[in-house]
C-alpha cells in the first residue's frame, strides 16, 4: 500500500545531506528530477536502496499510468483507494519515481504547460511493469 508517511520517509532520506556537500556542490553526482515547480537533486545509492519499496508503490497506480496519466490522477490506487489528498504527497512519489527510474515523463517539461491542469502526464516504466 502507498504510504503518505513511507512516501515522505524515504524522500527525507534520499535528499543529499549537509556533510555531503561542500563549498555549496555536492561531494557525489546525484540524480537530479525535475518536478513541477522545482528540480531536486538526490543521492543514487540511496535512492538505489529504496528502488524496490519505490517500485512497489508506483506499481499500485492505476493501470492507465502503464499508458501515461496525469500527474493530478496520482491521489487513487489501482483498487480505487484515496491515498492522499494532497497534490504534494503525489509530487513525492512522482519524484522518487523518476529517481528510481520507475515513473516516466511523457513529454519533457517545456511542454507541461499545453496538457490539462498544466501538469505533467507520467507513466509506469518498462523496467517497473516487468517486476509487477
Known amino acids: 500500500m502507498i504510504s503518505t508517511k ?3 520517509e524515504i524522500l527525507s532520506d534520499c535528499f543529499l ?3 555531503e556537500i561542500v563549498d555549496d556542490k555536492p561531494i ?4 537530479y528530477v525535475e518536478s513541477i515547480k522545482i528540480t531536486f537533486g538526490l543521492h543514487p545509492e ?8 519505490i517500485g512497489t508503490m ?20 489501482k483498487d480505487g483507494k484515496l491515498w492522499t489528498g494532497f497534490q504534494q504527497q503525489m509530487e513525492q512519489l512522482m519524484i522518487l519515481g523518476v529517481a ?3 515513473l516516466e515523463y ?21 523496467e517497473s511493469k516487468d517486476e509487477e
Open 46 to 53: 540511496r535512492i538505489k536502496a529504496h528502488a524496490e519499496e
Open 58 to 77: 508506483v506499481n499500485e497506480l492505476p493501470d492507465k499510468f502503464k499508458e501515461g496519466s496525469s500527474f493530478l490522477d496520482m491521489c487513487i490506487t
Open 100 to 102: 528510481a527510474g520507475k
Open 17 to 19: 545531506k549537509k556533510e
Open 28 to 31: 557525489i553526482e546525484p540524480i
Open 106 to 126: 511523457c513529454a519533457p517539461k517545456k511542454d507541461w504547460y499545453a496538457l490539462p491542469g498544466g501538469m505533467p502526464y507520467v507513466r509506469i516504466t518498462k
Open 6 to 8: 513511507r512516501v515522505a
